[in-house]
């Protein structure tokens, strides 16, 4: 009787607990769990393992949704797009980069509108996109919002600065120059007075590269009145697109250019160099001045940055300096392919990675180790590891990120280098020396059709070509009547009135846009 009884109570313990077991599988079951695929940009130099970063692994833990990634770098990231655009295999998500949304979300309809998903799935982000007008400009010229932006505002307004060694103009009894013509004859001195007291003439005045935006050789024409950047475009006071290369500025800043290189004030391998190699002849207390982004937190030495002072450009006689302005523009963050099948649990996992101390330590690195909350509730960095250490455990710039300005200062107080680069940006805006309209509302703000914006790309390919083989030849040849001629005849068969003309078209229509928009 009693070993009967045991046998039931096992039997009855047995049941229970396949019972429950079967419950917390239920259970278990029930839970979201999501697996989804990216194709995920990262940085030529970056090294990183983006499945195998514990910053990924919170935010999956979190979320209960698993991220297979594809790396692509830099150099291979347009390639790649059109690879898999092409091959009807697509990812869920694409990631960071840069993504022709007109192509592929207007045209191809390859990709998914976002704007009836934000306020749901992503609090964090919906929160903020309409902080400054941020998010004026991410609709396509559809009317639909294809991508999730990316947003750094960081408080400044311009790439290169220029920077002067203010330990040689005190050992030569000099000051900082304003106008081209005292810059040149600093440059004279820094070359011929030993500044740097090795009793070595290996004083090499001005460094640079070639088309880089921080440190190139295209800043100089600032002097000149002519705010260069990349696609060679600005606007005018008057609404109206200009192309740098044809402006009046552009040939005595090109016969100065000349001076320079025969009378060895600057390094006539700026033609060919990299800022990595400029990086390691600056180090080597040879350069008396520059343009650079800043210079703390740099390839620059403790020991070199100290010696320089940042100065405002100089101007040519009859000219006012003009720089390019930078202003916080949405960048591209991320967009879903029409393949993916989870639209609201993608949105979650991105939206996931702005909520503000999870951004933030995607920026910057651990609360606790690079990252402090002050008592004001604000965060501040207190270590910044080299760059490629930081790199390996936190996503920084391509990962998610939305700050626009307003947001950005109530909860963060920023890092040594970035107050020195506002400090920088506040100096320069002072002066007035930057350009009136950002040029970056040609180049990343306003909307272009796909069609303009191949054909943009094929002239600025075409024109640049013409613009920096002449600008070398100039450089090193000198400047004729008949060789600058020929320069502007090269640069009508390369497109230019059509290349003012795709821009301008795209920029009237954006302004009738917004203006409309505003009523």
Request: proline share 3%; aromatic share 12%.
């Amino acid at each position: 009787m009693l070993c009967l009884t045991k046998r039931i109570a096992l039997c009855f313990l047995l049941t229970l607990c396949f019972f429950l077991c079967g419950c917390a599988q239920q259970q278990e079951a029930e839970t979201p769990w999501v697996s989804l695929t990216a194709l995920q940009y990262e940085l030529e130099n970056q090294n990183t393992d983006f499945a195998n970063m514990w910053f990924f692994h919170q935010i999956e833990e979190e979320t209960g949704i698993h991220v297979e990634f594809e790396e692509v770098k830099d150099q291979d990231w347009t390639t790649r797009l059109s690879l898999m655009f092409a091959s009807n295999n697509f990812r869920d998500m694409i990631l960071r980069g840069s993504l022709d949304t007109e192509e592929y979300g207007v045209t191809q309809h390859l990709l998914v509108p976002l704007e009836d998903y934000l306020e749901d799935c992503m609090p964090n982000y919906f929160s903020r996109l309409n902080l400054d007008g941020a998010g004026d400009a991410i609709p396509s010229s559809d009317g639909h919002s294809y991508y999730i932006g990316f947003l750094l505002a960081q408080n400044i307004n311009t790439d290169g600065h220029f920077f002067i060694n203010q330990t040689w103009l005190d050992r030569l009894g000099l000051d900082i120059p304003t106008t081209i013509q005292e810059l040149t004859e600093v440059l004279r001195a820094f070359r011929d007075g030993d500044p740097n007291g090795n009793g070595l003439r290996d004083e090499v005045p001005y460094q640079a590269t070639f088309d880089d935006c921080n440190t190139g050789i295209y800043n100089a024409f600032s002097a000149w009145g002519i705010p260069m950047n990349e696609d060679f475009v600005f606007i005018d006071e008057n609404y109206q697109v200009h192309f740098a290369a044809e402006e009046a500025g552009f040939r005595p800043c090109a016969e100065w250019l000349h001076l320079l290189c025969e009378e060895k004030l600057l390094d006539v391998e700026c033609i060919t160099q990299g800022s990595n190699l400029w990086g390691a002849k600056v180090n080597t207390d040879t350069a008396g001045y520059f343009s650079y982004w800043r210079l703390g937190n740099t390839v620059l030495t403790e020991a070199v940055a100290s010696q320089f002072q940042c100065m405002l450009p100089v101007h040519a006689e009859g000219y006012q300096a003009r720089l390019g302005r930078l202003e916080d523009v949405v960048e591209f963050g991320a967009a879903l392919t029409v393949q993916n099948e989870y639209v609201e649990d993608s949105l979650r996992w991105l939206d996931a990675q702005m909520e503000t101390e999870t951004m933030l330590v995607a920026q910057n690195g651990p609360v606790g180790d690079t990252l402090r909350l002050r008592e004001d509730g604000r965060y501040e960095v207190v270590y910044v590891p080299e760059t490629n250490v930081l790199y390996q455990e936190v996503p920084v710039i391509c990962g998610q990120f939305f700050a626009p300005q307003s947001y950005y200062d109530q909860v963060y107080v920023p890092a040594a280098h970035r107050q020195e680069k506002s400090a920088y940006s506040a100096m320069y805006e002072a002066a007035g020396v930057l350009e009136d309209i950002s040029y970056r509302e040609l180049t990343y703000v306003m909307p272009k059709t796909s069609e303009e914006s191949a054909r943009i790309l094929q002239l600025r390919t075409q024109l640049k070509t013409v613009v920096d083989s002449s600008l070398v030849s100039f450089m090193t040849d000198g400047v004729t009547d008949e060789s600058y001629a020929a320069f502007l005849e090269a640069l009508d068969k390369a497109g230019v009135e059509e290349y003012k003309a795709l821009y301008q078209t795209a920029y009237d229509r954006y302004r009738r846009q917004r203006e409309e928009n505003a009523q």
